[in-house]
């Protein structure tokens, strides 16, 4: 088996110098730009990653601030409505005082009248009957 090994190595070996002997500089440069073009693109990876990295941290920080304005504007709006809504009520009760106030004095004015009006019959019932019994006199 290590005969097998020690000639495939022999036969790699002497492939490779007879690479070097056909192609020997093109090959160290094109190794050369090929390690070069790999290194310029880690580079612009590295870059790209570090940009997206900081965009992602801006967009997460205007995002906060965002939600932080909203909550803001959420709260005055709450307190407004609660304010809106304290003022109508207070408006409808007055109203409902006023209104219960209203019905009040037209239910005693019809009542004085009503009395009134009795009194008035009474009287010209006593008056009738007074007259009645003068006449029967």
């Given amino acids: ?28 440069l094109i190794e050369k730009r ?5 290194n310029q693109l880690t580079k612009t990876i590295e870059n790209l990653a570090n ?12 995002i906060e601030k965002s939600n932080k304005a909203l909550q803001t504007d959420n709260s ?10 304290r003022k109508l009520e207070s408006t409808i009760n007055n109203k409902i005082i006023e209104t219960e106030s209203d019905l009040l004095n037209q239910i005693q004015s019809g009542l004085q009248k009503l009395d009134h009006k009795a ?7 006593k008056l ?7 006449l029967i006199d």
């Fill in 1 to 28: 088996m290590n005969d097998k090994t020690n000639k495939k190595t022999t036969s790699l070996d002497s492939v490779e110098q007879i690479r070097n002997i056909l192609f020997g500089e093109q090959i160290s």
């Fill in 51 to 62: 940009k997206v990295d900081l965009a992602n941290k801006e967009l997460k920080s205007q």
């Fill in 76 to 85: 005055v709006l709450a307190q407004q409505h609660t304010e809106d809504l």
């Fill in 119 to 125: 009194s008035h019959r009474t009287e010209l019932a």
């Fill in 34 to 38: 090929f390690t070069h073009l790999e």
């Fill in 128 to 134: 009738l009957k007074d007259m009645a019994d003068k």
